[in-house]
């Protein structure tokens, strides 16, 4: 009887919000039978996972600000979703919560060639701006493995990076522009074609905001040219510590590749499983994939001393590809390597970490050293020249209390990466994974800093709370006083 009470109380409250919510979107914007609503209770993180009370669906920045504002004048929480694909439960709904899903935002609003950019809805797929540009000869540079299902709005939310983000920088630096919807629903522009823009640059406080600050609802991009030549370098390795010190040599050769990527024995042969490429040796200890761009002297003057690096640090076997066909099947294996991991495990965890390049041998001697103390394999896929990590923690979700250790080793991953003077993320961003580990990467000054900025645009804190910020529910910030100060006094190495 209580149940019913209440569940009738629940359906009141959102009824009139219904109809104002279909009237700016339409019927069919608008999901709120309980079987619909499973499709967006998770995202990549799919351990973690609430029901929205509702999702809406709108077309236009007009119907965003509509959306928005109502939510803001009754007091409901929102979360702003692209895809789906985020690694880190930024876009899990919240309890009771709006879920305001871009996924009808899918049009190219302008190119403009001459000026390098491009301006699109937030729902496009990342691969899609590549796609509307290269008859011209131009291409969108970040690009995530999720690059063809992932969509713009998330990676601006994100800052998302991806294998060509060592040279030429990850999201923040391809966004000239964001038009906005601010969580009290008004419309605002920041940055704009032109690059040097006077004041604080809005721009980049947005770019990796993860949906706290607003919806990105008009996106303008850099484009670049297509480079003369590309050419990718394959070398496998008996060591993985010798992977890692060719990254480190490259670099210190003043060669900055397009991207630079390592992948351990265990990646090599659950990709081979799946894909099989047939390019990665199966008994390597890791392969390091060096992809170079540029006029073609630059290149063929950069492979050779690349060839000769990597023999010098141990390599057994190099081989190189200039033609697309086979710069993609060396790539297929690296971009498949997550989906591959669930080949060999029924589960597994992906954690993204950032230390600095010289600390990969150390860092991955540590984590080796934790995958025996809790008995988990680990297999290491990473951008080896931004000392991106992404140990993939190999588990079986069906045994009891098996994802709360595996929460625990990835926790102990992302201390010992900002133990090594690196960062708590590479790229997959804080969300409701992480948050409880910004104090171990930043003191209380830094924390209420950003949450000041988050206030001064998201005034009523309706839009994603709980995200990227610790709180005190979720993190039980007294308890872990103790913990943090043994880390901060505790030595590495
Ligand atoms: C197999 C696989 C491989 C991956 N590889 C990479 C990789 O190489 N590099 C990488 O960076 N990431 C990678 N990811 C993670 C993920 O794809 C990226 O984080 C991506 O940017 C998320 O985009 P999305 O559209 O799915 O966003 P969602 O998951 O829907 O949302 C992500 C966050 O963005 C917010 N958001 C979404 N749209 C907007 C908007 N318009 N305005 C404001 N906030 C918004 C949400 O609230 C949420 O906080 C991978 C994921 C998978 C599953």
């Known amino acids: 009887m209580i149940f019913n009470n209440l569940l009738q109380k629940k359906t009141n409250k959102w009824k009139p919000i219904i109809k104002q919510f279909e009237a700016i979107v339409g019927k069919d914007g608008v999901v709120r039978r309980k079987e619909e609503l499973l499709t967006y209770e998770c995202d990549g993180l799919a351990s973690y996972r609430q029901r929205p009370a509702l999702v809406v669906l709108p077309r236009t920045t007009e119907q965003v600000a509509a959306v928005v504002k109502i939510c803001h004048d009754n007091e409901i929480l929102w979360v702003a979703r692209g895809a789906g694909t985020g690694l880190s439960g930024g876009a899990l709904p919240i309890e009771d919560c709006v879920l305001i899903v871009t996924a009808r935002m899918k049009q190219v609003l302008n190119i403009d060639l001459e000026n390098h950019s491009i301006t699109v809805q937030p729902g496009i797929i990342n691969n899609w ?39 030429y920088g990850v999201t923040t630096n391809h966004v000239l522009g964001l038009k906005l919807v601010i969580p009290d629903g008004s419309i605002m522009d920041v940055g704009g074609a032109i690059r040097e823009m006077p004041g604080y640059d809005l721009t980049g406080v947005f770019v990796g905001s ?249 005034v009523k804190g309706l839009a994603n709370p709980g995200k990227l910020f610790p709180t005190p529910r979720t993190c039980g910030e007294a308890a872990n006083a103790q913990k943090m100060k043994e880390f901060k006094d505790a030595e590495l190495f």
């Open 129 to 167: 701006v590549t796609q509307a540009v290269s008859g011209a000869g131009f291409y969108y540079a970040p690009d995530p493995s999720s690059q063809i299902i992932c969509s713009i709005g998330g990676n601006v939310a994100e800052n998302s990076g991806g294998v060509h983000c060592l040279k």
């Open 210 to 458: 993860e949906g706290t600050l607003g919806i990105a609802t008009e996106i303008t991009l850099r484009i670049l040219k297509r480079p003369e030549s590309i050419c990718v370098v394959l070398a496998d390795f008996s060591a993985i510590e010798d992977a890692g010190a060719a990254v480190a040599d490259i670099i210190s050769a003043g060669i900055i590749p397009a991207g630079m990527e390592i992948m351990d024995n265990l990646s090599i042969n659950a990709v081979e499983d799946v894909v099989a490429t047939g390019c990665y040796p199966r008994d390597a200890e890791a392969v390091l994939l060096v992809e170079l761009d540029g006029l073609q002297v630059e290149v063929d003057e950069n492979k050779k001393r690349v060839a000769q690096i990597c023999q010098q640090n141990n390599s057994r076997n190099l081989t190189s590809a200039n033609d697309s066909e086979t710069r993609l099947k060396f790539w297929k294996g690296r971009k498949a390597a997550f989906a591959a991991a669930g080949h060999i495990s029924p589960n597994y965890f992906v954690q993204d970490g950032v230390i600095p390049r010289t600390q990969l041998v150390n860092v991955l001697k540590e984590i080796n050293a934790l995958s025996e103390k809790y008995g988990y394999k680990i297999a290491n896929v990473f951008h080896a020249g931004d000392g991106n990590l992404h140990p993939l923690i190999l588990y079986d979700n069906t045994v009891e209390g098996a994802f709360e250790t595996v929460e625990e080793v990835g926790g102990e991953i992302l201390k010992l990466c900002v133990k090594a003077g690196g960062s708590l993320s590479g790229e997959h961003g804080i969300g409701s994974d992480k948050n409880c580990y910004m104090p171990y990467m930043f003191n209380e000054i830094d924390l209420e800093t950003m949450g000041y900025v988050r206030e001064v645009f998201n």
